[in-house]
């Protein structure tokens, strides 16, 4: 009984360090690289070449790398980066990606700027 009390202690604690962990820049280009589409959209991810997927997730990485005031200009400089790409991303079938891609910027900038 006491073992299963202790272990379940440590995975509440275990659990609820991880809900307050900010995602890094390398858990951003790891979840941007393989961003789920959701199936919202006219496009899906399978339909969404590599080398714009990843050409994406380094822009998005970059913008991510630089030093902003606060959320909201971190927030927009996201969007920059979608409405820089929204030709390619509609010609090569990238779109919800994109979005998709765009939300996970997004949530790394609510992450670091509380």
Known sequence: MRTLILAALLAMISLSACATAK???SDFRF????????GGM????SSCNFQTQQHLCNAYAN???QSYLNRDECIQACG????????????????????????IC???CRQHFD
């Open 31 to 38: 979840r941007c690289r393989f961003a789920d589409s959701g």
């Open 23 to 25: 995602m890094t820049l």
């Open 63 to 65: 913008v991510l790398n």
């Open 106 to 108: 997004q949530q790394y």
């Open 42 to 45: 006219e496009d899906d991810v």
């Open 80 to 103: 920059a980066v979608q409405r820089e790409f929204t030709l390619q991303t509609r010609t090569t079938g990238c779109q919800s990606f994109a979005l998709r891609s765009k939300t």
